[in-house]
C-alpha cells in the first residue's frame, strides 16, 4: 500500500511516482493531480486523441493504490446506467413473499389504521439502501478509502447527462428522491473528466473542475516516453523515429499519429529488428502511424524528404 | 497578495477569458496551496483553475507573463560620473536628449487628453531645458554632495529594485489600472512620477543648481539625468499595464459598434476583425444549439423497447416507452445574389453559414449574379474566406437577373430540395425590369420546408423601382430586413431553433 499523503505531499514527488509506473509527464499534469489531490477538486482533462489523458486517471489509481471505478459515456446514457438503479426483480420477490405473509403481519391489528400503519414500515423498506443498484458514480462515494473515478470522454454524452454530474463534481453527493442524500464516505474520490472536444462542454461543468490540456508532447518528452514504454529500442532509432512523428504532426493530415501510436510503431519497429528508419520499411508501417488512406498516400509521396530529415543528426 | 490576484483577474477577464466568482474563490484556494515561491509552479496551478478552453490558455499564459512580470528595470540609471568615461557619459547626454523630445511628444498627447493647460507648461520645460543644457557643460568630475529626497537618494543610489517598488507602489496609488484611453499615458506617466516625489526632487534640483557649490550643481545635473531615466522606465510601465488593462475595451466598442453597422459600409480594413466577430457568434450559436433534439411521439408505443425494459418486472408491462424521433441536422440551401450591391452581404452570410459547421453541416450554398452555380465545393476545398473570395470573383459583377437564377436552380437542383430542406434567399430582388419568374419559386415554396428570403434593404424600399419584393414575399414563409451582424445573428439563431 504507497503512502499517499507522502506522494501527494509535492509536485516533484508526483512526477517522480508516475515515472516510476512508467508514465512519464510534464510538470504540468503533476501539478494538476497535486491540485486535485489537495483542493478536492475534479480533473477536466482535454487534449487530442491518444495524449494519455484516460492513462492518466488510470496511473493515478495505480499509484496512490486506489481502485479505479469507469464510467464510459455515450450518447443515451442516462442516471440508471450511471448512478443507481432500484432492484426491480428483487422488490417484486419480496412483494409477493409479504403477500404470503400478510395474514402474520396483520395478525392482532387493532383496526384497519393500524393495519396500514404497519404496512406502512414495509413500503419504506422496498426503497432502501438495500434494494439499491448502486451504478459507478454512486459506487464511487460509497468507496470507504477514497478510489479514483474516471469519467471517460464525457463530450460523448447528452447535455442532461452534464447536468446530473453536476451535483456529484461540486459537493460529492447524490440526491436519491426515495432515499435522501447519499454523501461521500470518509474521503471524496479523485474524479478525473476526459474529453475530446467533439463538443463545447457547458459553462457549469467546466466551472466546477479544473481544466488541464494535455498537448502533443514535444520532442524530448516523447522521447522520454518511449524509453519508459519501449525500453528495449535503440537510442539512434527512437530519436529517428520521434522525430518522424514530429515530421508528421506539422503536415496537414486528417488525423495526426498521437502518441499511442508512436509507441505502437516503436514496438513495430523492433519487432522487425531494424536500427534505423529508410523510406523503404516506412513505406511499409506506415498504416501502423497513420489511420486514413488518403494520409498514408499524402504521406508517401514526401516519404523520402521527410526520412531524410529525420535521420538527419 | 489578494488584491494582486484580483486585480489579475480582472486583467483577465478583460483579454475575454471568462472567469467566474467561483473560480475566483478557487485560484485564492491554489494560491494558499502552492504559494507563490514558484513563479512556474503558480502559473501552472492558476492556468488550471482560471482559463477553461486552449484558447483561454493561451491569453492566460501571455497575459500572466506581463501581469507578473515586475518591471524590471531594464537598463541601469546612467551612471555616476565618477565611474565613467567620458564617452559613456556623451551618449547618456544624448540619450538624454531624445528622452526630452519623447517627453514632448508625451506632454502634448496628454494636453490632447486633458485640455487646455499643457501648452504652457511645456514651454516652461523647454525653456527650462535649453538653460539646464548650456549648464551642463562646464561641470568636470569631482565629488558630489549627498541628496536630501527620498527619490533623489534611490536615484543615486541606484537602488533598482526599490525604485520598481516605489514605482509599482505609485501607480497602485494613482490607480494605474483603471487606464481606458491611450492619450491618458501621458497624464498616468506624470501622475505616477509625481506619486514617487518628483515634486520634491525637482524643487531640489533647482535649488542645487543655483547653489554656489560645484559639488551641489553636479548633484542637480546628475539627478536631472537620472530623473530622466525614471520618466523613460515609468512611461515602459505605463505603456505594458495599458495594453494590460485597457486594451481591449477599445475593442470590444469597436466590436460592438461592428454589429450594428450596415454590412455594405464595412472597409475592407475592417474585415478580419469582423471575420471574428462572425465566428465568436457563430460559436455561440452552435453550442447553443448542438443538441439533437427528441421529438416524443405521444401515443405511439415502442413495443420492443417496453418490453426489453418490463423484463426485470416479470414481464409485467407498467414501464411504457414511447417512439420517439431523433431530429436531424437542418439541411440548408443558400441562395445567394454576389452581384455588386449585395456582394457584401453574401460574404458575411456566408461565412455566418459555414462557421455553423459544427450544428449544420449540410449547407449547400449557391451564387449567382445572372447564372447560377453551386458553390458548395468551393467551400470544401478552401479555407472559407478563400472560397468566398473566389465566388465573389468568379460569379460576382454582372447585372442580377433572378429570373434565370431561379431557371438554373430549378434545372439543376430543384429535385434535390426535400420537405427537410430550409431555402435561404439572399438578395435585394432587384431585377432589372426582366421576368420575375415567380413560379419557380413557388414550386421551389411547395417542396421545401421552408423558405426564407433576406434582404439587406430597408422594409420602405421593397417596392420602389425595379424590386421585385412584393411579388416574391408572397411565396416566402419568412422575409426578413437583414443588413447587419445582429440580424444576421439574430435571423439565423431562429433558423436553427426553428428548422430542428
Known amino acids: ?313 | 497578495m489578494e488584491r494582486t490576484l484580483s486585480n489579475f483577474i480582472r486583467a483577465l477577464r478583460n483579454a475575454e477569458v471568462r472567469v467566474s466568482t467561483a473560480e475566483t474563490l478557487d485560484a485564492f484556494n491554489a494560491m494558499e496551496l502552492v504559494g507563490y515561491r514558484d513563479r512556474a509552479f503558480l502559473k501552472d496551478a492558476l492556468s488550471m483553475v482560471l482559463p477553461k478552453t486552449a484558447d483561454e490558455k493561451e491569453s492566460f499564459s501571455q497575459c500572466f507573463d506581463s501581469f507578473f512580470s515586475f518591471k524590471k528595470f531594464d537598463t541601469d540609471p546612467p551612471d555616476d560620473a565618477a565611474e565613467v568615461s567620458e564617452g559613456a557619459n556623451d551618449a547618456n547626454e544624448g540619450r538624454e536628449d531624445n528622452d526630452g523630445d519623447a517627453e514632448e511628444g508625451g506632454q502634448g498627447a496628454e494636453g490632447r487628453g486633458a485640455g487646455a493647460g499643457g501648452g504652457g507648461r511645456k514651454s516652461k520645460k523647454k525653456k527650462g531645458a535649453a538653460v539646464d543644457e548650456s549648464e551642463d557643460e562646464d561641470l568636470g568630475e569631482g565629488e558630489m554632495s549627498a541628496p536630501a529626497s527620498n527619490l533623489g537618494k534611490l536615484l543615486i543610489a541606484g537602488a533598482r529594485t526599490d525604485l520598481a517598488m516605489a514605482m509599482a507602489s505609485a501607480a497602485e496609488a494613482v490607480n494605474l489600472k483603471e487606464i481606458q484611453v491611450f492619450t491618458q499615458k501621458g497624464l498616468y506617466t506624470r501622475r505616477i512620477m509625481e506619486a514617487m516625489g518628483l515634486n520634491d526632487m525637482a524643487r531640489e534640483i533647482s535649488q542645487l543648481r543655483q547653489s554656489r557649490s560645484t559639488p551641489d550643481r553636479r548633484l542637480g545635473q546628475e539627478l536631472k539625468k537620472r530623473r530622466e531615466w525614471l520618466r523613460e522606465q515609468v512611461r515602459d510601465y505605463v505603456e505594458q499595464q495599458f495594453l494590460l488593462h485597457a486594451d481591449s475595451t477599445g475593442r470590444r466598442l469597436r466590436e460592438d459598434l461592428l454589429r450594428r453597422v450596415k454590412l455594405s459600409n464595412v472597409e475592407q480594413r475592417n474585415f478580419r476583425l469582423i471575420q471574428e466577430v462572425v465566428f465568436r457568434m457563430a460559436k455561440k450559436l452552435a453550442a447553443l444549439h448542438s443538441r439533437r433534439k427528441k421529438v416524443f411521439k405521444r401515443g405511439a408505443l415502442n413495443v420492443p423497447r417496453t418490453l426489453r425494459h418490463n423484463m426485470a418486472y416479470d414481464g409485467a408491462i407498467f414501464d411504457l416507452h414511447w417512439k420517439s424521433v431523433k431530429i436531424d441536422r437542418p439541411k440548408v440551401f443558400a441562395i445567394c445574389d454576389v452581384s455588386g450591391s449585395v456582394a457584401n452581404y453574401a460574404r458575411f452570410m456566408l461565412m455566418f453559414l459555414y462557421s455553423l459547421e459544427e450544428v449544420m453541416p449540410k449547407v449547400r450554398s449557391f451564387a449567382f449574379s445572372s447564372d447560377l452555380a453551386e458553390v458548395t465545393e468551393l467551400f470544401d476545398r478552401n479555407k472559407i474566406e478563400d472560397a468566398i473570395a473566389k465566388a465573389l470573383r468568379d460569379y460576382g459583377g454582372g447585372s442580377t437577373d433572378y429570373g434565370q437564377a431561379f431557371v438554373d436552380f430549378k434545372k439543376n437542383c430543384l429535385d434535390d430540395v426535400d420537405n427537410r430542406t430550409t431555402i435561404i434567399i439572399l438578395g435585394d430582388a432587384r431585377n432589372n425590369y426582366g421576368d420575375p419568374r415567380a413560379d419557380i419559386l413557388k414550386e421551389m415554396y411547395d417542396r421545401c420546408k421552408r423558405l426564407i428570403w433576406l434582404n439587406p434593404e430597408s422594409r420602405n424600399s421593397w417596392t420602389v423601382g425595379d424590386a421585385e419584393m412584393r411579388r416574391y414575399s408572397a411565396y416566402c414563409h419568412q422575409v426578413e430586413e437583414c443588413n447587419s451582424l445582429m440580424h444576421l445573428e439574430r435571423i439565423v439563431g431562429n433558423l436553427l431553433r426553428t428548422v430542428q
Open chain 1, 1 to 313: 500500500m504507497p503512502d499517499i499523503q507522502q506522494i501527494a505531499s509535492s509536485v516533484e514527488s508526483i512526477r517522480k511516482t508516475f515515472e516510476q509506473h512508467r508514465y512519464i509527464c510534464s510538470n504540468q499534469i503533476a501539478t494538476a493531480v497535486y491540485l486535485a489531490f489537495h483542493l478536492k477538486k475534479p480533473v477536466l482533462i482535454e487534449g487530442p486523441p491518444g495524449v494519455g489523458k484516460t492513462e492518466l486517471a488510470k496511473t493515478t489509481a495505480t499509484m496512490l493504490g486506489l481502485p479505479l471505478i469507469r464510467l464510459q459515456c455515450y450518447e443515451g446514457l442516462d442516471e440508471s446506467k450511471a448512478l443507481y438503479e432500484w432492484k426491480y426483480g428483487k422488490q417484486l420477490l419480496y412483494t409477493q413473499v409479504l403477500k404470503e405473509t400478510l395474514d402474520e403481519v396483520l395478525q392482532g391489528a387493532k383496526g384497519f389504521k393500524e393495519s396500514v400503519s404497519r404496512l406502512h414500515e414495509f413500503g419504506d423498506i422496498f426503497f432502501s439502501e438495500e434494494f439499491i443498484e448502486p451504478r459507478p458514480l454512486l459506487k464511487a462515494l460509497k468507496e470507504e478509502h477514497g478510489c479514483v473515478l474516471l469519467i471517460d470522454e464525457v463530450d460523448k454524452s447528452d447535455h442532461e447527462f452534464e447536468s446530473l454530474l453536476l451535483e456529484i463534481l461540486s459537493d460529492y453527493q447524490v440526491s436519491i428522491p426515495e432515499i435522501g442524500t447519499v454523501k461521500a464516505l470518509a474521503e471524496p474520490p479523485l474524479v478525473f473528466l476526459t474529453s475530446n472536444n467533439t463538443r463545447e462542454i457547458s459553462d457549469a461543468l467546466k466551472r466546477r473542475c479544473l481544466h488541464l490540456y494535455i498537448p502533443f508532447p514535444d520532442i524530448d518528452l516523447e522521447q522520454r516516453i518511449i524509453q519508459a514504454r519501449v525500453p528495449e529500442i535503440l537510442p539512434e532509432l527512437r530519436r529517428q523515429l520521434v522525430n518522424f512523428i514530429h515530421e508528421l504532426r506539422g503536415l496537414d493530415l486528417k488525423k495526426v499519429p498521437a502518441i499511442s501510436e508512436t509507441i505502437d510503431w516503436a514496438r513495430t519497429l523492433l519487432l522487425l529488428h531494424t536500427d534505423r528508419l529508410d523510406p523503404e520499411l516506412v513505406r511499409d508501417t506506415l498504416n501502423v502511424i497513420l489511420k486514413f488512406q488518403e494520409d498514408i498516400v499524402n504521406v508517401q509521396a514526401e516519404l523520402t524528404t521527410l526520412t531524410s530529415k529525420a535521420t538527419k543528426i
